[in-house]
C-alpha cells in the first residue's frame, strides 16, 4: 500500500533532548524534562521550528527496559507534559514521557488574543434562545477574526496529523524503533492518525476512549462534510446512555439520594425530565441556612450532569445535587446547600476528570479553548454557516435533552475559525500496522466518545482488536476501577499479548457500591 500523500517527518532533524529533573515550586520534582525543538511546518523541515515541553519517567527496571511508552490525556488542548502513573509492571520495563502537544501549555503556545475572556467566548454556554444564540454567533466570530489578525502563523500547522510528526520526531529521538503509545479520548484520534502515517513503526498502540476518525474529520458520507463535527460524533448521544446507566443503577441502590421508594429506572426517568422541564422554564433559586443563594440554570444543571458523567464514581454526588436542585423546585422556600461547583465545558479529555496530578491541575488554562478549538477546527470539516450549528443541535435534542446543545454548540468557533491546516489527515484509516492496535471501550455510557465509535474504529483501522468493558463513564485505562482491564493493558505493552476476540471486563466496582470495595 502505497502512503498517503503529505509530507512527513522523515526529512527533519532529530530532536536532542537534554533531559534535566523538573524543577518545582518546591525544588526538583520526581520526574525529568527536556525540550524539543521540531519544525513548525513539516513542508518545510529545514525552516522555521517551535518548542515541545516534554517529560519523563524513567524506567524502574532500566536494566530489562524495552522502550518509551508515549502518552496524551486527550483535549485536544490539555496539559500532556506531566506523565501518568501506569501499572507497576509497565513503568518498570518502560520510560513513561508525556508532552505537550505543538501550540498548547509549557510548548511554543498559540494565542488568539492577550485578553482571557476572549478565550472563554470560545467556549459559550449553549443558548436555549434565539437572541441567546445570536450574541453567541456574534461573540464568537469577533474572537476569530481577532484571533486571524494575532495567532501569527503556528495556528495554521495545529492540526492531529503535524502532532503525529512531531511524535515520530520524538520516538525517533529516544531511539526507539516502533511506537508504544496511550492515548485516552482526543489522545485516541492521535493514536488512529499516526498508525495510519507510520503503519511500520507501530509497536503497541492502546486507544482509551476512541474517537471515530472519520466522524472526526469528515464524516463517512460526502454529505457529512457539512455537518459539525460535534453532531457527527454523538458524543451526547454516549451521555444519554452514561445517564440511563445512572438512573438505572439508582433505582436498584436504595442509597441513591435521588431515588425513592419503589423506584424504577423508568420512573426516575419521568422525575428527572420533569426536573430538565422545570428548569428549562426558568432557574431555580438554592438557599442555604444562612440565607445565601445560587440561581441554578438550565445550562447549570445539563452541563453539571454533563461533566459528572464523566466518572462513575462520581454518580455518589451527582445525585445528591439531582435531588438538591429537585427540591429546590418543588420548595422553594426550603432551604438547601447553596455554592455548588462550576461545571466545566465539555471536551474529549479524561484527565481533568480522574488521576491528573496536582501539577496539571494547577498549570494555567486560560488559554484551553483555543487550543481546543486549533486542533479541533482544522482537523475537521464544518458549516462555514454558524446558525447551521444551532440547526443541527436542535435537530439532535430529542434523542439526548439538553446533552445534544451542551456538545453540538462546542464546535460554533469552527464555523468562523479563520485557518485551514493543508497538511491534515482525512485518511485513509486503514492501514495494516505492523502489530495490532488495541482499542478500550466503555458500552454502559460514554459521555464523550459513545461505545459505538470504538466498535466502528475497531473494524475500520487495519489490523486492531476492541477490548469492551462494562461500565460507564469516559476512559477506563489505569484509573483503578478495572483490574481487568489494567492487567491486558499491562500484558499488551509488555509482551503484545492482546485479549480474546470479543473479551468483555467488568468494572470492580458500581457506582454506588461502598468505597471500600475498591481494590
Known sequence: MTPPAGPDSDSAATPVLDWAPCQGENGPLNYDCATARVPLSYQDPAGPQISLA????????????????FTNPGGPGSGGRIPPRLQPVVSARFDIIGFDPRGTHDSTPVTCSDDPADDATLSPVFPVTEADEATAIRRVGDVTARCAQHAGPLLGHMSTANVA??????????????????????????????????????RAVVLDGVLQPEEWTTGRLPGQRSEPYTYRIGSYLGAQTALNTVLRECAAHPQCKFGEPGATEQSLHRKYDDLLATVHRGP??????????????????????????????????LTPYLQMVYLAAQHPATP??????????????????????????????????????????????????????????????PAAPGFASAWVYRSLPCASWPVTDPDRYTGPWNRPTANPVLLVGNRLGDPATPYEDAVSTSH????????????????????????????????????????????????DRGPFDPQTTAR
Open 54 to 69: 516534554l517529560a519523563k519517567r524513567p524506567a524502574t527496571d532500566p536494566q530489562h527496559k524495552i522502550g518509551t511508552v
Open 165 to 202: 510528526r512531531d511524535l515520530d520526531l520524538l520516538r525517533r529521538a529516544v531511539g526507539d524503533q516502533q511506537l508504544n503509545y496511550v492515548g485516552t479520548s482526543y489522545g485516541t484520534h492521535l493514536g488512529e492518525v499516526y498508525a495510519n502515517l507510520f503503519p511500520q513503526r507501530v
Open 284 to 317: 431555580v433559586t438554592l438557599t442555604d441556612p444562612g440565607g445565601e443563594t445560587d440561581q441554578i440554570t438550565y445550562q447549570d444543571l445539563v452541563n453539571r450532569m454533563l461533566s459528572g458523567l464523566y466518572n462513575p464514581d462520581a454518580a455518589a454526588d
Open 336 to 397: 438547601t446547600p447553596a455554592h455548588v461547583p462550576v461545571p466545566a465545558p465539555p471536551r474529549f479529555s479524561h484527565a481533568d476528570e480522574t488521576s491528573a496530578t496536582t501539577a496539571q491541575q494547577d498549570e494555567p488554562q486560560n488559554a484551553f479553548n483555543t487550543w481546543f478549538n486549533a486542533v479541533a477546527c482544522t482537523d475537521s470539516d464544518n458549516p462555514r454557516d454558524p446558525q447551521a450549528v444551532g440547526r443541527y443541535a436542535r435537530l439532535a435534542e
Open 460 to 507: 475500520l483501522l487495519g489490523r486492531a482488536r476492541l477490548l469492551t468493558v462494562d461500565t460507564a463513564g469516559h476512559g477506563v485505562a489505569y484509573d483503578g476501577r478495572s483490574h481487568c482491564v489494567d492487567t491486558w493493558l499491562d500484558g499488551y505493552l509488555v509482551s503484545l499479548t492482546l485479549p480474546p476476540e470479543r473479551t468483555v471486563c467488568a468494572a
